[in-house]
């Protein structure tokens, strides 16, 4: 059974960062891309940023400069770094997995597993 848990989420003021983390557990995804989506209340959720299984990423126009996402695929973790933080960024933030060798991961339906999601607050 695969478990994709999320932590690192928290209440920020705006121009603050903060690192995101999330463990896959049950199986390694080496070869699937990862991504990071985000779901402020009252809204659908949103691609943030994917990771292929090389260093390809992909942003959202509203993250890209500020975010960065990695991933370390001996533990078997993505990261998200979130720099200049703003008051709509705002929102659950869940990470995802696609499916194997998957080439276009920027939308919900491209991914198969889901973690719980983290909160993340940013005040202004």
């Known amino acids: 059974q695969v478990q994709l848990v999320e932590s690192g989420g928290g209440l920020v003021q705006a121009g603050d960062s903060l690192r995101l983390s999330c463990a896959a557990d049950?199986?390694?995804?080496?070869?699937?891309?990862m991504g990071w989506f985000r779901q402020a209340p009252g809204k659908e959720r949103e691609f943030v940023a994917g990771?292929?299984?090389?260093?390809?990423?992909d942003y959202s126009d509203s993250v890209r400069g500020r975010f960065t996402i990695s991933r370390d695929n001996a533990k078997n973790v993505v990261y998200l770094q979130m720099n200049s933080l703003k008051p709509e960024d705002t929102a659950v933030y869940y990470c995802?997995?696609?499916?194997?060798?998957?080439?276009?991961?920027?939308?919900?339906?491209?991914?198969?597993?889901w973690g719980q999601g983290t909160q993340v607050t940013v005040s202004t």
């Open positions: 049950g199986r390694s995804f080496a070869t699937h891309p």
């Open positions: 995802a997995v696609a499916r194997d060798f998957a080439t276009v991961f920027d939308q919900v339906y491209d991914y198969d597993y």
């Open positions: 990771i292929r299984w090389s260093t390809y990423t």
